[in-house]
């Protein structure tokens, strides 16, 4: 049974996992979308509104907790400059995985994801 476990191990140690985790938020940040399998995009959307509900916040607390995650300072400046502006009124929610097909060579099921308009 699957009761009370809090996230997809997705096959890798915890270091890997969040690596790959931390790739796709800052490509989701910096491209407004990406695309990868399902899996990893729900996974990555948990964190990505856990990052934009933090960039809301808007304080010196909230940016260095963000700096922990992404250590890319690009992507946690666009993230508190123009992405958390963006969703000011909305309470969250502010991903949506779109499925994509499946992937020619393993036939993985794909999916978009990306920020709610």
Same mark, same amino acid.
């Given at each position: ?21 931390? !790739? ?8 407004? *979308? ?27 607390? *909230? ?28 309470? !969250? !929610? ?12 393993? *036939? ?10």
């Amino acid at each position: 049974m699957r009761h009370r476990k809090g996230y997809k191990k997705l096959n890798r140690p915890t270091d890997q996992r969040m690596a790959m985790l931390r !790739g796709i938020v800052t490509g989701l940040i910096m491209h407004e *979308s990406v695309k990868t399998t399902v899996a990893r995009a729900k996974e990555a959307a948990r964190l990505a509104e856990k990052l934009v509900t933090w960039a809301k916040r808007g304080d010196l607390h *909230s940016r260095r907790l963000a700096l922990r995650v992404l250590p890319d300072k690009e992507a946690v400046h666009k993230l508190f400059a123009e992405i958390a502006p963006r969703f000011e009124d909305r309470e !969250g !929610g502010y991903t949506q995985v779109i499925r994509a097909g499946m992937r020619r060579g393993d *036939s993985a099921e794909m999916a978009i994801l990306r920020w709610v308009e």
